[in-house]
Each structure stands twice: as structure tokens, then as C-alpha cells.
């Protein structure tokens, strides 16, 4: 388990005890959230970094990190809830993730650089 992994392991344990008593493979569970967030972390920085700053872009890095925020640090939720299912829970967080990645559209007019049309 990564750094990420053990973050959002300590994370849930102490303020969201009764979801994290649910999950049943604890190690593989904070393992896999661990991993997902490093791919995310890694795949952003290296879009977003200047590199001719190198290792030194500690701006980016900490940019690419607050993606995986809620990843690693759910929001805690009411009482009347119902306990999360995690399987769910981490299954909906990464496709916001992809989301809010995706590729636009390659027949999407972009207007910063399509010319202007014709009048």
C-alpha cells in the first residue's frame, strides 16, 4: 500500500468508522485507492508540469494531488445516512475522475482556435 493508500486508510478509520469496519479486504481496498491516486497524480503532473523546472514544480505536483482529494479524503457523511457501499463509492469517484478528464469531443468546435466563420 502507497503513501495515498495509507492516507485515505488512516482517513476513513477515524472519521468514517462504521464504513470502514465494512470493508471486508481492508489492505487490498486502501491498496487499490492508493494506486488509482497515484495513476491520477502521475497522469496530471505530467500534463500540467513546466519541465524545465524538473522534481522542482512542487506547484504542479501539489495541483495534481488536490485532484485526488476526495479520493483519498471522502467527505463525511450525516448520520442518517446509509453506510457507503465502498466498492461503489470508489467505483463513482473514479469515473468523476475520468469525466472531468475526458477528451472533448473531436467534432466539438473549439472557438480559441477555430477562425471565425465567414459572414
Known amino acids: 500500500m502507497n503513501l495515498y493508500g495509507a492516507k485515505a486508510k488512516n482517513h476513513m478509520a477515524q472519521f468514517r468508522p462504521q464504513e470502514y469496519h465494512l470493508i ?13 491516486a497515484q495513476r491520477q497524480v502521475s497522469s496530471t503532473y505530467s500534463n500540467i508540469s513546466r519541465p524545465e523546472l524538473g522534481e522542482r514544480d512542487l506547484a504542479s505536483k501539489m495541483m495534481a494531488e488536490e485532484l485526488v482529494h476526495e479520493l483519498i479524503y471522502p467527505s463525511p457523511t450525516e448520520e442518517s445516512e446509509e453506510p457507503m457501499d465502498p466498492n461503489s463509492a470508489m467505483a463513482f469517484s473514479m469515473q468523476v475522475q475520468q469525466d472531468l478528464w475526458a477528451e472533448p469531443d473531436s467534432d466539438q468546435v473549439d472557438s480559441t482556435t477555430s477562425p471565425p466563420p465567414e459572414r
Open 24 to 36: 471486508e479486504d481492508k489492505e487490498a481496498f486502501f491498496t487499490e485507492i492508493g494506486e488509482e
